[in-house]
Nanobody
Framework: QVQLVESGGGLVQAGGSLRLSCAAS????????MGWFRQAPGKEREFVAA????????YYADSVKGRFTISRDNAKNTLYLQMNSLKPEDTAVYYC????????????????WGQGTQVTVSS
């Protein structure tokens, strides 16, 4: 099993940038597909981005494509989400998650979740 802890959230103005991190511990981080999801108040949790074990493949939700970049450092057991050109509609709690299956946008495929980090974008 793997434990996940997100950090890097905060308050930013529209057009600004934030970098989220997800530190992993436990079983081998490099064996997991990693994903980012987000949940806004009153809405369901939604897929944001995913990356394969060796970073060969990435996948993004249309709403963030071209603005967000997912990456990982297996040597540091850390997942990242660089968020640029932020919009007020990006406001949400952001979660990282882990799975051994490449089915990146399917929330039910993910077995392990972090506690989330709040991102607030002001207009």
């Amino acid at each position: 099993q793997v434990q996940l802890v997100e950090s890097g959230g905060g308050l930013v103005q529209a057009g600004g940038s934030l970098r989220l991190s997800c530190a992993a511990s436990g079983r081998t981080f490099s064996s997991y597909v990693m994903g980012w999801f987000r949940q806004a108040p009153g809405k369901e949790r939604e897929f944001v981005a995913a990356i394969s074990q060796s970073s060969i493949s990435t996948y993004y939700a249309d709403s963030v494509k071209g603005r967000f970049t997912i990456s990982r450092d297996n040597a540091k057991n850390t997942l990242y989400l660089q968020m640029n050109s932020l919009k007020p509609e990006d406001t949400a709690v952001y979660y990282c998650a882990a799975t051994t299956v490449w089915d990146p946008a399917k929330i039910h495929r993910y077995d392990y979740w972090g506690q989330g980090t709040q991102v607030t974008v002001s207009s």
